[in-house]
């Protein structure tokens, strides 16, 4: 495969237990999931989960017809296999989104949540995501906030070099990206969406806070001061929710799901353990029920 910009590689890592479960983070978990429900229509076809990871967040997609799991990670891909079950309404899918495996035109809604901030390069994903939708089609984008008010209190007190009032993004740690709220919108508007709604999420990220309060109260406070995103975005992390632009028709839904990520190709041989193209001939591993088109099996 050519060269795509550097990935995180979350293969085998233990994110699931190490981030989230019993790590005290059900209160950052219920504000994503009380933005997603705002942004996001209840109901729909074909629905990609772009760095779905272990499938978190995949309960709140019942409305749709069709999910997709997509994630660079195989294992945490199994996991969410495990959380979710096989019954075929959910799709997994080990790929790089910079070398994206989804038809062009064929989902009505897509989310990348707390994925876009390991990306050094934002247009191509972004344009990777826009291209796999069709016209009209729902993008619920979350992203880490550079202009948030602890990063504004340590500028001001000159314990951080970086500015966050710069719109450059800027990488903490490696492969790991704060965004200005405007960057991102300019980004979004130049692969073809466009911004409708912005949420401000997560104001209460602080473990003082969290042990002192009871979670739903905060929760409910957060509810409350998320919809001043719209204007005054300062919170540690945005919700955006973006309308595919366009007036191509759209392809069906029914249609593809899948382009070999090679030649582009949609006319897949989808085998029992293998993907062949019926294009140029490569073989892509799909073991277990996990499609695989990260590195191909081989040509024919
Ligand atoms: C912080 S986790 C978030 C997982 C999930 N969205 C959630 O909120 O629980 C980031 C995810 O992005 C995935 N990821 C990173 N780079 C990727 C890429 N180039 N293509 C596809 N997935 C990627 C990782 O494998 C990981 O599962």
Redesign the pocket.
Known sequence: MSD?PA????EGSS?RTD??EGRGRQYEDQV?RVALRRLLPPTGKRLV??????G??TDEFTGYQQVVI????RS?LEEAQKRHGTDGRIIYVA????QSPLATGSYDAAT????IH??RDVPA?LGQVRAALAPGATFVLEFANKRNFKAMLRHLLRLQKWSPYSLEPVEFVELNFDFHPRYMAQSLQQVGFSTERRLAVSHFRLGILKRLVPMRLLVGLDSLLQPTGQFAAYAPSIFTQNIAQGDNPPAALDGPLFKCPQCASTQLDDQSDVVVCQGCGTHWDKRDGIYDFREPLSHS
């Open positions: 795509t990935i995180c590689n979350y994110y981030f989230w994503e989960e772009v760095g779905g990871g272990f978190r967040l997509m994630d660079y990670s945490l790929a790089n989104i910079y990348m949540i707390r994925v390991h990306m994903a």
